[in-house]
T-cell receptor
Framework: GAGVSQTPSNKVTEKGKYVELRCDPI?????LYWYRQSLGQGPEFLIY????????DSGLPNDRFFAVRPEGSVSTLKIQRTERGDSAVYLC????????????FGDGTRLSIL | GENVEQHPSTLSVQEGDSAVIKCTYS??????FPWYKQELGKGPQLIID?????GEKKDQRIAVTLNKTAKHFSLHITETQPEDSAVYFC???????????FGTGTRLKVLA
């Protein structure tokens, strides 16, 4: 079946702009996660959804970052007033449950802030 | 909070040799340890995982061992092939938190 799909694959924008990154999880997966991966580093947790609600948003770096999952499937990560330090690969993962089972990752969105 | 250290950062082996990557974790409550392979421009791909009630798990040429007392776990790849070349990440997770804490990665190069 289809894996986790993320769009766009690449996004280049200017400092100060607003961006939205989309994630389509594996069908039927109730748990969805966002991570951020800087060059040469491992992914860092941002936020976890169980169904429609954000069960843990402790990894969001500041209030410029926000994520939604209104119908319990597709999720959108939103970044306001982008800064150059926001440049990274944003990864989405999903799992069939939120109980520590394997997470399946998409190929990410490479975000570049000029 | 949890901290995961991974060594080495780079590893070069001859084709057919074995490769070992080691990780240590700090939170004794961690109970799930996945390993991911990441190729250039791709997302991490799960290759093997182990839970804290198991000491070793094997899947063909790949095996993972876990020492809960010492809080470390290792990935073993035997009979390496050029297509094993990639960046490998270990991670740790605690039941109830769900998020993964990743190591910093190991770049494995298998020389033909």
């Amino acid at each position: 079946g289809a894996g986790v799909s993320q769009t766009p694959s690449n996004k280049v924008t200017e400092k100060g702009k607003y961006v939205e990154l989309r994630c389509d999880p594996i069908s039927g997966h109730t748990a969805l996660y966002w991570y951020r991966q800087s060059l040469g580093q491992g992914p860092e947790f941002l936020i976890y959804f169980q169904g429609t609600g954000a069960a843990d948003d402790s990894g969001l770096p500041n209030d410029r970052f926000f994520a939604v999952r209104p119908e319990g499937s597709v999720s959108t990560l939103k970044i306001q007033r982008t800064e150059r330090g926001d440049s990274a690969v944003y990864l989405c993962a999903s799992s069939s449950t939120g109980s520590g089972g394997p997470q399946h990752f998409g190929d990410g969105t490479r975000l570049s802030i000029l | 909070g949890e901290n995961v250290e991974q060594h080495p950062s780079t590893l070069s082996v001859q084709e057919g040799d074995s490769a070992v990557i080691k990780c240590t974790y700090s939170d004794s409550a961690s109970n799930y340890f996945p390993w991911y392979k990441q190729e250039l421009g791709k997302g991490p791909q799960l290759i093997i995982d182990i839970r804290s009630n198991v000491g070793e798990k094997k899947d063909q040429r790949i095996a993972v061992t876990l020492n809960k007392t010492a809080k470390h776990f290792s990935l073993h790849i035997t009979e390496t092939q050029p297509e094993d070349s990639a960046v490998y990440f270990c991670a740790a997770s605690t039941s109830g938190t769900y998020k993964y804490i990743f190591g910093t990665g190991t770049r494995l190069k298998v020389l033909a």
